[in-house]
Antibody, heavy 122, light 110 residues
């Protein structure tokens, strides 16, 4: 059974940093592109960042470019999202998601974690 | 990039069909066959229902179907059931390795 388990969310002051982690299981992690998607309370979904299966290629939404860094450790089966210079508008539930395309980008997300809440407030 | 446009709400009676639209531009929906649809029940993570315009992931009932015409994609739910009541979001690849989502449609089963 495919599972994605996020951790690392919590409360942080504006300007602060936080690192989210995602532990996948039930599939061969290094053969899938992965993404982070967020959802502000009561709002819609927003794409945040993507990383290729081998970790070489990364992409970011304009809203987080230069502040967030996505990475993965295929030897440890873990996905990260390092978030810096956090703003009130970054407050959201952050989901770790798998790309259905496997090695090729499909930008469709077939498995989602339960989400981890990031609260940015003074 | 602006969000894709979805109607805020849609409704239908059990057994009926309902179609939800998702309008983008020639730079996203109109340019790529990479439109997806997600179902989200309250307090739950989204679930992929349709990808690449009209493909259904394993386990998704064939009551759910997707299509696209020009800059508008559509999700049709046939034979509505009570458990179909949820929020539905569309998404599209928008070039430059980015994805945009629609604002969501709340589907009510009357």
């Amino acid at each position: 059974e495919v599972q994605l388990v996020e951790s690392g969310g919590g409360w942080v002051q504006p300007g602060g940093s936080l690192r989210l982690s995602c532990a996948p299981s039930g599939f061969t992690f290094n053969t899938y592109a992965m993404h982070w998607v967020r959802q502000a309370p009561g709002k819609g979904l927003e794409f945040v960042s993507s990383i290729s299966s081998n970790g070489v290629t990364t992409y970011y939404a304009n809203s987080v470019k230069g502040r967030f860094t996505i990475s993965r450790d295929n030897s440890k089966n873990i996905l990260y999202l390092q978030m810096g210079s956090l703003r009130a508008e970054d407050m959201s539930v952050y989901y770790c998601v798998r790309d259905i395309g496997g090695l090729r980008w499909s930008f469709a997300f077939d498995y989602w974690g339960q989400g981890t809440l990031v609260t940015v407030s003074s | 990039q602006s969000a894709l446009t979805q109607p805020p709400s849609a409704s239908g009676s059990p057994g009926q069909s309902v179609t939800i639209s998702c309008t983008g531009t020639s730079s996203d929906v109109g340019d790529y066959n990479l439109v997806s649809w997600y179902q989200q029940h309250p307090g739950k993570a989204p679930k992929l229902m349709i990808y690449e315009v009209s493909k259904r992931p394993s386990g998704v009932p064939d009551r759910f179907s997707g299509s696209k015409s020009g800059n508008t994609a559509s999700l049709t739910v046939s034979g509505l059931q009570a458990e179909d009541e949820a929020d539905y979001y569309c998404s599209s690849y928008a070039g430059s390795n980015s994805v945009i989502f629609g604002g969501g449609t709340k589907l009510t089963v009357l």
